[in-house]
Protein backbone atom coordinates (compact mmCIF):
# COMPACT_ATOMS: atom_id res chain seq x y z
CA UNK A 1 0.00 0.00 0.00
CA UNK A 2 1.01 3.71 -0.29
CA UNK A 3 1.75 5.13 3.24
CA UNK A 4 2.10 8.79 3.60
CA UNK A 5 3.75 10.18 6.92
CA UNK A 6 3.29 13.57 7.69
CA UNK A 7 4.46 15.84 10.82
CA UNK A 8 3.46 19.90 11.42
CA UNK A 9 3.95 22.38 13.24
CA UNK A 10 5.38 22.79 16.39
CA UNK A 11 7.85 20.58 17.20
CA UNK A 12 11.52 21.21 16.84
CA UNK A 13 13.66 22.14 14.11
CA UNK A 14 16.99 21.48 15.33
CA UNK A 15 15.88 17.40 14.67
CA UNK A 16 14.11 15.54 11.80
CA UNK A 17 11.42 14.08 14.22
CA UNK A 18 11.52 10.25 15.16
CA UNK A 19 8.37 9.47 15.37
CA UNK A 20 8.19 9.54 11.05
CA UNK A 21 11.03 7.98 10.89
CA UNK A 22 10.14 5.02 13.30
CA UNK A 23 7.02 4.29 11.53
CA UNK A 24 8.76 5.25 8.03
CA UNK A 25 11.01 2.00 8.93
CA UNK A 26 8.22 -0.35 9.95
CA UNK A 27 6.23 0.49 6.94
CA UNK A 28 8.69 -0.38 4.74
CA UNK A 29 9.70 -3.43 6.40
CA UNK A 30 6.23 -4.34 6.14
CA UNK A 31 6.61 -4.07 2.54
CA UNK A 32 4.50 -0.90 1.82
CA UNK A 33 5.54 2.23 -0.30
CA UNK A 34 6.34 5.01 1.71
CA UNK A 35 6.41 8.62 1.74
CA UNK A 36 7.28 10.93 4.68
CA UNK A 37 7.20 15.19 4.59
CA UNK A 38 8.28 17.12 7.35
CA UNK A 39 6.21 20.51 6.88
CA UNK A 40 7.67 22.00 10.56
CA UNK A 41 10.74 22.63 9.27
CA UNK A 42 9.63 23.84 5.93
CA UNK A 43 7.56 25.93 7.23
CA UNK A 44 10.53 27.41 10.06
CA UNK A 45 12.48 28.29 6.87
CA UNK A 46 9.47 29.60 4.78
CA UNK A 47 8.09 31.84 7.32
CA UNK A 48 9.26 35.52 7.81
CA UNK A 49 12.13 36.06 10.26
CA UNK A 50 9.86 37.60 12.66
CA UNK A 51 7.62 34.76 13.20
CA UNK A 52 10.63 31.99 13.69
CA UNK A 53 10.83 32.51 17.45
CA UNK A 54 7.53 30.64 17.90
CA UNK A 55 9.81 27.86 17.36
CA UNK A 56 11.80 28.67 19.89
CA UNK A 57 11.93 27.29 23.72
CA UNK A 58 10.14 29.96 25.43
CA UNK A 59 7.71 31.37 22.88
CA UNK A 60 6.88 28.18 22.02
CA UNK A 61 4.39 27.31 24.62
CA UNK A 62 2.24 30.37 22.90
CA UNK A 63 1.00 27.32 20.72
CA UNK A 64 -0.77 25.96 23.70
CA UNK A 65 -3.17 29.23 24.17
CA UNK A 66 -5.90 28.60 22.53
CA UNK A 67 -6.83 31.74 21.81
CA UNK A 68 -3.36 33.26 20.61
CA UNK A 69 -3.09 30.40 18.25
CA UNK A 70 -6.76 30.78 16.92
CA UNK A 71 -6.30 34.65 16.16
CA UNK A 72 -2.49 34.83 15.49
CA UNK A 73 -0.58 31.85 14.98
CA UNK A 74 -3.42 30.07 12.94
CA UNK A 75 -3.72 32.60 9.91
CA UNK A 76 -0.14 33.63 10.37
CA UNK A 77 1.20 30.51 10.40
CA UNK A 78 -0.37 27.31 9.52
CA UNK A 79 -3.68 28.44 6.99
CA UNK A 80 -1.48 29.84 4.12
CA UNK A 81 0.40 26.48 4.18
CA UNK A 82 -2.11 23.69 4.63
CA UNK A 83 -3.47 23.70 0.75
CA UNK A 84 0.07 23.09 -0.06
CA UNK A 85 0.46 20.25 2.68
CA UNK A 86 -2.68 18.76 1.35
CA UNK A 87 -1.80 19.00 -2.57
CA UNK A 88 2.02 17.58 -1.30
CA UNK A 89 0.45 14.66 0.04
CA UNK A 90 -2.14 13.69 -2.15
CA UNK A 91 -0.16 13.61 -4.99
CA UNK A 92 1.10 10.80 -3.64
CA UNK A 93 -1.68 9.25 -4.20
CA UNK A 94 -1.89 7.45 -0.44
CA UNK A 95 -4.52 4.92 1.08
CA UNK A 96 -3.10 5.77 4.36
CA UNK A 97 -2.14 9.24 5.38
CA UNK A 98 -0.49 9.38 8.91
CA UNK A 99 -0.06 12.32 11.06
CA UNK A 100 1.97 12.48 13.95
CA UNK A 101 0.08 14.75 16.79
CA UNK A 102 1.05 17.23 19.60
CA UNK A 103 0.02 19.87 21.62
CA UNK A 104 -0.23 22.09 18.39
CA UNK A 105 -3.85 22.06 16.38
CA UNK A 106 -2.00 21.71 13.51
CA UNK A 107 -2.58 18.24 12.68
CA UNK A 108 -6.28 18.50 13.20
CA UNK A 109 -6.12 21.65 10.45
CA UNK A 110 -4.34 18.94 8.06
CA UNK A 111 -6.20 16.31 7.82
CA UNK A 112 -9.71 18.54 7.81
CA UNK A 113 -8.55 20.23 4.52
CA UNK A 114 -7.19 16.50 3.35
CA UNK A 115 -10.99 14.98 4.07
CA UNK A 116 -12.37 18.18 2.15
CA UNK A 117 -10.16 17.63 -0.82
CA UNK A 118 -10.04 13.46 -1.04
CA UNK A 119 -12.82 11.92 1.36
CA UNK A 120 -11.94 8.41 0.56
CA UNK A 121 -7.98 8.74 1.92
CA UNK A 122 -7.93 7.19 5.34
CA UNK A 123 -6.56 9.40 7.74
CA UNK A 124 -4.81 7.84 11.23
CA UNK A 125 -3.61 9.96 14.07
CA UNK A 126 -1.20 9.08 16.94
CA UNK A 127 1.27 10.81 19.39
CA UNK A 128 1.17 11.55 22.98
CA UNK A 129 -1.47 13.72 23.00
CA UNK A 130 -3.49 10.58 21.66
CA UNK A 131 -2.04 8.20 24.35
CA UNK A 132 -5.23 6.82 26.73
CA UNK A 133 -3.62 8.37 30.15
CA UNK A 134 -3.81 12.07 28.18
CA UNK A 135 -7.81 11.28 28.12
CA UNK A 136 -8.42 14.41 25.60
CA UNK A 137 -11.53 14.06 24.31
CA UNK A 138 -10.96 15.03 20.71
CA UNK A 139 -8.57 12.54 19.78
CA UNK A 140 -11.25 10.01 18.74
CA UNK A 141 -12.31 8.93 16.07
CA UNK A 142 -14.45 11.41 13.70
CA UNK A 143 -14.92 13.13 10.57
CA UNK A 144 -11.52 14.42 9.89
CA UNK A 145 -9.42 11.14 10.55
CA UNK A 146 -10.43 7.55 10.61
CA UNK A 147 -8.79 6.19 13.38
CA UNK A 148 -6.49 7.18 16.43
CA UNK A 149 -3.51 5.16 17.43
CA UNK A 150 -3.32 5.17 21.59
CA UNK A 151 -0.31 3.31 22.16
CA UNK A 152 3.46 2.45 20.45
CA UNK A 153 2.93 3.48 16.82
CA UNK A 154 4.91 1.10 15.19
CA UNK A 155 2.78 -2.27 15.98
CA UNK A 156 0.13 -0.26 15.65
CA UNK A 157 -0.05 1.20 12.39
CA UNK A 158 1.73 -1.85 11.13
CA UNK A 159 -1.02 -4.07 11.78
CA UNK A 160 -4.03 -1.59 11.16
CA UNK A 161 -2.53 -1.17 7.42
CA UNK A 162 -2.41 -4.84 7.74
CA UNK A 163 -5.77 -5.70 8.18
CA UNK A 164 -6.82 -2.63 5.93
CA UNK A 165 -4.85 -4.14 3.23
CA UNK A 166 -6.39 -7.49 3.50
CA UNK A 167 -9.81 -6.69 4.13
CA UNK A 168 -10.03 -3.60 2.08
CA UNK A 169 -11.47 -1.80 5.25
CA UNK A 170 -10.26 -0.09 8.35
CA UNK A 171 -10.61 -2.15 11.32
CA UNK A 172 -9.71 -1.28 14.91
CA UNK A 173 -6.88 -3.38 16.69
CA UNK A 174 -5.34 -3.35 19.97
CA UNK A 175 -4.33 -0.47 21.16
CA UNK A 176 -7.04 1.95 18.29
CA UNK A 177 -9.93 3.23 17.94
CA UNK A 178 -11.58 3.29 14.80
CA UNK A 179 -14.64 4.82 13.10
CA UNK A 180 -16.68 2.35 10.99
CA UNK A 181 -18.87 2.93 7.93
CA UNK A 182 -22.10 3.23 10.23
CA UNK A 183 -20.11 5.88 11.99
CA UNK A 184 -19.92 4.36 15.57
CA UNK A 185 -16.28 3.84 16.76
CA UNK A 186 -14.92 0.77 17.59
CA UNK A 187 -12.52 -0.50 19.92
CA UNK A 188 -9.84 -3.23 20.29
CA UNK A 189 -8.88 -2.50 24.02
CA UNK A 190 -5.23 -2.12 25.03
CA UNK A 191 -2.17 -3.09 23.20
CA UNK A 192 0.86 -5.08 24.70
CA UNK A 193 3.71 -3.01 24.84
CA UNK A 194 6.65 -4.00 22.85
CA UNK A 195 9.30 -5.47 25.20
CA UNK A 196 12.20 -6.33 22.99
CA UNK A 197 13.45 -3.31 21.34
CA UNK A 198 15.94 -5.28 19.99
CA UNK A 199 13.90 -6.45 17.41
CA UNK A 200 12.06 -3.09 16.17
CA UNK A 201 13.36 -1.52 12.57
CA UNK A 202 15.95 1.15 12.13
CA UNK A 203 14.69 4.88 11.94
CA UNK A 204 14.76 5.68 8.24
CA UNK A 205 15.62 9.57 7.26
CA UNK A 206 15.35 9.33 3.45
CA UNK A 207 12.58 11.44 2.94
CA UNK A 208 13.68 14.43 5.49
CA UNK A 209 15.74 17.71 4.32
CA UNK A 210 18.85 17.07 7.10
CA UNK A 211 20.41 20.13 5.53
CA UNK A 212 17.20 21.99 6.53
CA UNK A 213 17.98 21.29 10.26
CA UNK A 214 19.24 24.27 12.87
CA UNK A 215 18.48 24.91 16.38
CA UNK A 216 15.45 28.11 16.48
CA UNK A 217 17.08 29.04 19.68
CA UNK A 218 20.58 28.70 18.58
CA UNK A 219 20.28 29.55 15.01
CA UNK A 220 23.98 30.02 14.35
CA UNK A 221 25.14 26.92 15.60
CA UNK A 222 25.18 24.05 12.84
CA UNK A 223 25.89 21.08 14.50
CA UNK A 224 23.97 18.06 12.28
CA UNK A 225 22.74 15.47 14.24
CA UNK A 226 20.21 12.64 14.28
CA UNK A 227 17.96 11.40 16.67
CA UNK A 228 17.25 7.79 18.25
CA UNK A 229 16.40 6.32 21.70
CA UNK A 230 18.28 3.75 23.34
CA UNK A 231 14.83 3.06 25.90
CA UNK A 232 11.77 3.93 26.36
CA UNK A 233 9.78 4.55 29.52
CA UNK A 234 11.04 6.03 32.84
CA UNK A 235 11.96 4.64 36.33
CA UNK A 236 10.97 8.27 38.07
CA UNK A 237 7.22 8.96 39.57
CA UNK A 238 7.54 12.77 39.75
CA UNK A 239 4.15 14.13 40.25
CA UNK A 240 4.27 16.75 37.39
CA UNK A 241 4.97 14.41 35.00
CA UNK A 242 2.68 11.92 32.68
CA UNK A 243 5.56 10.77 30.05
CA UNK A 244 6.11 7.84 31.76
CA UNK A 245 2.42 7.08 32.40
CA UNK A 246 2.11 6.79 28.76
CA UNK A 247 4.63 3.55 28.05
CA UNK A 248 2.50 1.77 30.35
CA UNK A 249 4.84 -0.98 31.60
CA UNK A 250 8.52 -0.76 33.59
CA UNK A 251 11.75 1.20 31.93
CA UNK A 252 12.24 -1.11 28.71
CA UNK A 253 16.05 -0.92 27.00
CA UNK A 254 18.16 -1.92 23.74
CA UNK A 255 21.19 -4.22 24.23
CA UNK A 256 24.38 -2.01 23.86
CA UNK A 257 24.98 -4.20 20.82
CA UNK A 258 21.57 -2.83 19.25
CA UNK A 259 22.52 0.76 20.38
CA UNK A 260 25.93 0.29 18.38
CA UNK A 261 24.60 -1.36 15.26
CA UNK A 262 22.13 1.38 15.10
CA UNK A 263 24.95 4.15 15.36
CA UNK A 264 27.10 2.54 13.10
CA UNK A 265 23.90 2.12 10.57
CA UNK A 266 22.96 5.41 10.64
CA UNK A 267 26.63 6.71 10.28
CA UNK A 268 26.74 4.62 7.39
CA UNK A 269 23.53 5.87 5.54
CA UNK A 270 23.30 9.05 6.47
CA UNK A 271 27.17 10.24 7.22
CA UNK A 272 26.04 11.43 10.48
CA UNK A 273 28.08 10.80 14.12
CA UNK A 274 26.30 13.21 16.39
CA UNK A 275 23.18 11.64 18.12
CA UNK A 276 21.00 13.56 20.18
CA UNK A 277 18.70 10.57 22.45
CA UNK A 278 15.16 10.84 22.33
CA UNK A 279 14.02 9.42 25.69
CA UNK A 280 12.85 10.17 28.87
CA UNK A 281 16.02 8.93 30.66
CA UNK A 282 19.68 7.84 29.35
CA UNK A 283 20.87 6.78 32.71
CA UNK A 284 18.09 4.73 33.98
CA UNK A 285 20.17 1.84 33.67
CA UNK A 286 23.46 2.36 35.27
CA UNK A 287 24.64 -1.29 34.58
CA UNK A 288 23.64 -1.00 31.08
CA UNK A 289 25.18 2.26 30.12
CA UNK A 290 28.07 1.53 31.67
CA UNK A 291 28.43 -1.87 29.28
CA UNK A 292 27.68 0.65 26.26
CA UNK A 293 30.01 3.27 27.75
CA UNK A 294 33.17 0.58 27.73
CA UNK A 295 31.87 -0.95 24.07
CA UNK A 296 31.90 2.59 22.63
CA UNK A 297 35.17 3.49 23.76
CA UNK A 298 36.79 0.46 21.88
CA UNK A 299 35.59 1.59 18.45
CA UNK A 300 37.86 2.58 16.07
CA UNK A 301 34.91 5.70 14.56
CA UNK A 302 34.29 7.82 17.64
CA UNK A 303 30.89 9.09 17.75
CA UNK A 304 29.27 11.89 20.06
CA UNK A 305 26.19 11.79 21.86
CA UNK A 306 23.77 12.99 24.53
CA UNK A 307 20.42 13.04 25.86
CA UNK A 308 18.20 13.48 29.05
CA UNK A 309 19.33 12.26 32.70
CA UNK A 310 18.13 12.08 35.97
CA UNK A 311 20.06 13.00 39.40
CA UNK A 312 21.50 9.65 40.55
CA UNK A 313 24.53 9.69 43.21
CA UNK A 314 26.09 6.76 41.06
CA UNK A 315 27.09 9.18 38.02
CA UNK A 316 30.31 9.94 40.41
CA UNK A 317 34.09 11.15 38.77
CA UNK A 318 35.10 7.07 37.59
CA UNK A 319 30.90 6.59 35.83
CA UNK A 320 31.29 10.31 34.28
CA UNK A 321 34.62 10.06 32.73
CA UNK A 322 33.89 6.49 31.63
CA UNK A 323 30.92 8.04 29.57
CA UNK A 324 32.76 10.63 28.31
CA UNK A 325 35.81 8.24 26.84
CA UNK A 326 32.77 6.69 24.97
CA UNK A 327 31.42 10.09 23.32
CA UNK A 328 29.17 11.34 26.06
CA UNK A 329 29.02 15.07 25.55
CA UNK A 330 26.18 16.68 27.22
CA UNK A 331 23.87 15.68 29.96
CA UNK A 332 20.41 17.73 30.64
CA UNK A 333 18.90 16.96 34.14
CA UNK A 334 15.89 17.75 35.10
CA UNK A 335 16.56 19.12 38.72
CA UNK A 336 13.62 20.88 39.12
CA UNK A 337 13.96 22.93 42.36
CA UNK A 338 16.59 23.74 44.94
CA UNK A 339 14.98 23.07 47.39
CA UNK A 340 14.69 19.37 49.34
CA UNK A 341 11.25 20.25 50.80
CA UNK A 342 9.94 20.63 47.29
CA UNK A 343 11.84 18.04 45.72
CA UNK A 344 9.85 15.85 47.84
CA UNK A 345 7.03 17.03 47.00
CA UNK A 346 7.49 16.60 43.51
CA UNK A 347 8.90 13.45 44.30
CA UNK A 348 12.01 13.81 42.49
CA UNK A 349 13.44 10.97 44.75
CA UNK A 350 17.24 12.84 45.33
CA UNK A 351 17.52 15.92 47.60
CA UNK A 352 19.90 18.76 46.63
CA UNK A 353 22.77 18.00 48.53
CA UNK A 354 22.94 14.59 45.42
CA UNK A 355 22.47 17.28 42.85
CA UNK A 356 25.45 19.41 43.82
CA UNK A 357 27.47 16.25 43.52
CA UNK A 358 26.62 15.49 40.50
CA UNK A 359 26.78 18.58 39.31
CA UNK A 360 30.49 19.33 40.66
CA UNK A 361 31.16 15.86 39.32
CA UNK A 362 30.36 16.76 35.91
CA UNK A 363 32.52 19.88 35.44
CA UNK A 364 35.38 18.36 36.77
CA UNK A 365 35.14 15.77 34.62
CA UNK A 366 34.22 18.02 31.51
CA UNK A 367 30.88 17.08 30.09
CA UNK A 368 28.66 19.85 29.54
CA UNK A 369 25.83 19.93 31.88
CA UNK A 370 22.42 22.04 31.70
CA UNK A 371 19.17 21.87 34.15
CA UNK A 372 15.56 21.97 33.73
CA UNK A 373 13.69 24.42 36.47
CA UNK A 374 10.19 23.85 37.05
CA UNK A 375 8.63 26.89 39.25
CA UNK A 376 5.85 27.14 40.82
CA UNK A 377 5.08 23.48 42.22
CA UNK A 378 2.06 23.18 43.79
CA UNK A 379 3.33 23.94 47.62
CA UNK A 380 6.27 25.90 46.62
CA UNK A 381 6.81 29.00 48.53
CA UNK A 382 8.55 32.36 48.27
CA UNK A 383 11.24 31.45 50.05
CA UNK A 384 11.69 28.07 48.82
CA UNK A 385 12.02 29.89 45.17
CA UNK A 386 14.38 31.90 46.62
CA UNK A 387 16.23 29.08 47.40
CA UNK A 388 16.29 27.41 44.12
CA UNK A 389 18.04 30.65 42.40
CA UNK A 390 20.16 30.60 45.06
CA UNK A 391 21.30 26.72 44.06
CA UNK A 392 21.69 27.80 40.69
CA UNK A 393 23.67 30.95 41.89
CA UNK A 394 26.17 28.57 43.51
CA UNK A 395 26.63 26.01 40.71
CA UNK A 396 26.71 28.47 37.78
CA UNK A 397 30.10 27.29 37.15
CA UNK A 398 29.14 23.90 36.22
CA UNK A 399 26.08 24.67 34.32
CA UNK A 400 26.91 24.77 30.11
CA UNK A 401 24.06 27.46 29.96
CA UNK A 402 21.20 29.12 32.23
CA UNK A 403 18.55 26.89 33.14
CA UNK A 404 15.65 26.02 30.83
CA UNK A 405 12.42 27.56 33.27
CA UNK A 406 9.02 26.31 33.06
CA UNK A 407 5.81 27.11 34.95
CA UNK A 408 4.09 24.07 36.63
CA UNK A 409 1.91 23.01 34.98
CA UNK A 410 -0.94 20.31 35.46
CA UNK A 411 -0.40 18.55 32.35
CA UNK A 412 -3.90 16.35 31.56
CA UNK A 413 -2.72 12.20 33.00
CA UNK A 414 -0.02 13.48 35.88
CA UNK A 415 -0.68 13.68 39.42
CA UNK A 416 -1.36 16.84 40.06
CA UNK A 417 -3.97 16.98 37.26
CA UNK A 418 -4.97 13.58 38.72
CA UNK A 419 -5.65 14.13 42.20
CA UNK A 420 -5.73 17.85 42.90
CA UNK A 421 -7.30 17.97 46.16
CA UNK A 422 -4.02 15.69 47.00
CA UNK A 423 -1.73 18.97 45.78
CA UNK A 424 -4.33 21.62 47.50
CA UNK A 425 -5.01 22.92 43.89
CA UNK A 426 -7.76 23.67 41.56
CA UNK A 427 -7.94 22.48 38.00
CA UNK A 428 -9.71 23.08 35.28
CA UNK A 429 -10.15 20.39 32.30
CA UNK A 430 -9.40 21.25 28.77
CA UNK A 431 -5.72 21.27 27.37
CA UNK A 432 -3.04 24.10 26.51
CA UNK A 433 -3.44 27.29 29.05
CA UNK A 434 -5.77 25.51 31.13
CA UNK A 435 -2.79 22.84 32.04
CA UNK A 436 -1.25 26.53 33.04
CA UNK A 437 -4.13 27.82 34.49
CA UNK A 438 -4.86 25.84 37.81
CA UNK A 439 -4.67 27.83 40.90
CA UNK A 440 -4.15 26.86 44.75
CA UNK A 441 -7.05 26.21 46.98
CA UNK A 442 -5.52 29.53 49.24
CA UNK A 443 -5.20 31.81 45.82
CA UNK A 444 -1.23 32.04 46.49
CA UNK A 445 -0.01 29.80 43.80
CA UNK A 446 -2.01 31.13 40.56
CA UNK A 447 -0.52 30.87 37.00
CA UNK A 448 0.20 34.70 37.70
CA UNK A 449 2.45 33.88 40.28
CA UNK A 450 4.12 31.21 38.57
CA UNK A 451 5.04 32.92 35.48
CA UNK A 452 5.77 36.05 37.85
CA UNK A 453 8.78 33.63 39.72
CA UNK A 454 9.43 32.53 35.87
CA UNK A 455 10.49 35.66 34.50
CA UNK A 456 12.35 36.70 38.05
CA UNK A 457 14.38 33.63 37.24
CA UNK A 458 15.14 34.48 33.52
CA UNK A 459 16.27 38.28 34.37
CA UNK A 460 18.43 36.78 37.57
CA UNK A 461 20.12 33.84 35.39
CA UNK A 462 20.50 36.08 32.46
CA UNK A 463 23.07 38.12 34.68
CA UNK A 464 24.94 35.07 36.51
CA UNK A 465 28.74 34.04 34.06
CA UNK A 466 27.82 30.60 33.42
CA UNK A 467 30.41 27.86 33.01
CA UNK A 468 31.89 27.34 29.66
CA UNK A 469 30.29 24.49 27.33
CA UNK A 470 33.43 21.91 25.79
CA UNK A 471 33.45 20.73 22.33
CA UNK A 472 30.55 18.44 21.59
CA UNK A 473 31.75 17.83 17.93
CA UNK A 474 33.03 13.96 16.54
CA UNK A 475 36.42 14.82 16.72
CA UNK A 476 36.13 16.39 20.02
CA UNK A 477 36.18 12.52 21.68
CA UNK A 478 40.03 12.03 20.21
CA UNK A 479 41.35 15.36 21.53
CA UNK A 480 41.26 17.64 24.05
CA UNK A 481 38.55 19.79 24.76
CA UNK A 482 38.30 23.37 24.04
CA UNK A 483 35.76 26.10 24.55
CA UNK A 484 33.58 26.25 21.54
CA UNK A 485 32.13 29.36 20.07
CA UNK A 486 28.51 29.31 21.13
CA UNK A 487 28.12 28.97 25.00
CA UNK A 488 25.12 25.89 25.47
CA UNK A 489 26.21 24.13 21.92
Known amino acids: MKIVLAAVPLITTRIPPLSIALLAGQMKKDGHTVRSFDFNIETYHAVEPELKSYWTFYKGFQWLDDAHFRDFIYPNIIAKNLEAWASKILKQKPDVVGISVTKSPAAMHLARVLKEKKPRVKIVIGGPRCTKISNDSEMVPGPYFDAVVHHEGETCLSELVRQYELTGKLRAVPGTSVLGDDGTI ?18 DF ?22 F ?12 CMDYKMWDVKYRQKSPQRIIAEMEYLYERYGMDRFYLIELIFNGHHGRMRELATELAKRKHRFTFWGHGRIDPRLDVETLQLLKD ?16 VLNLMRKGYGKETASKVLRAMKQVGINCSVNIVTGFPGETWGEFFETVQFIHDHRD ?8 MECCATQGSDIYLYPEKFGI ?20 TLEVRLLRKEMMHKVFKELDFGKSVDTTPAAAQRPLSPTAHNGQ
Open 426 to 445: EVTSGRGIDERGWRSVDGKN
Open 186 to 203: SHEGLREPVMDLNAMPFP
Open 326 to 341: AGFRWFIFGLESGSDR
Open 398 to 405: CLSMPPAV
Open 229 to 240: YTSRGCPARCNF
Open 206 to 227: DDMPLKLYVDADYPAANDLELP
